[in-house]
């Protein structure tokens, strides 16, 4: 999976009609609506006649063809974005109409080339899932485990005292069980790890 770094933008032309392809990353549903907001007071109508839109976010998503024949718009926005394994993106083509009607398979084509030219001009980040684990150590023990955590690049992301120091540390998905290990070898032993759902 990518994530953009920053909005990118470019313009095509086809038959008349300018196209105006954004991208830009977002965390939200509500900060995708106030960038669509946006977007729709910087190019106004009522020469700019639709503003397709897509939303791809941690686990939710949004398809808007704003007026354009159904399947025409969002639908090939949405499969430019699937196939660059996009995640956190509001993608949004503005349309000009310049008189001449482009037919089903002529938009499907315009709004293709429309987001693959702003993506074109778009830097790209990988994002690699992350997942939380509780891990315990006794109270002597807080300042070394503290100290792998940071010397392994993972981020405690809460803590709680108790009988026991636990810390929720951030770990890298795909190799989960590895980093535990190592941190495990590195406290001699003194550690444990609660259940995923623990």
């Known amino acids: 999976m990518f994530q953009l770094q920053e909005k990118a933008q470019a313009e095509v032309e086809i038959r008349k009609s300018r196209f105006i392809g954004i991208v830009l990353p977002v ?64 993608a949004v083509v503005v349309r000009y109409f310049g008189g001449i009607k482009l037919g089903a398979g002529g938009l499907v084509r315009a709004y293709t080339q429309a987001v693959n030219a702003a993506l074109a001009e778009a830097a790209l980040t990988p994002v690699s899932r992350t997942c939380l684990r509780r891990l315990a150590v006794d109270f002597s023990g807080e300042a070394r485990l503290r100290h792998a955590c940071q010397e392994a690049g993972l981020a405690v992301v809460d803590q709680q005292y108790a009988d026991r120091v636990w810390l929720t540390v951030e770990l890298p998905e795909a190799d989960v069980d590895a980093r535990l290990a190592e941190l495990a070898d590195r406290m001699a032993g003194a550690l444990e790890v609660a259940a995923p759902d623990g």
């Open 27 to 90: 965390a939200s549903r509500d900060e995708a609506l106030r960038e669509l907001a946006g977007i729709r007071a910087r190019w106004p109508g009522p020469d700019a006649r639709h503003y397709c839109a897509v939303l791809l976010c941690a686990g939710d998503s949004m398809l808007d063809d704003d007026g354009e024949p159904s399947g025409t718009a969002a639908k090939p926005m949405y499969n430019v974005l699937q196939h660059k394994r996009l995640t956190n993106v509001l």
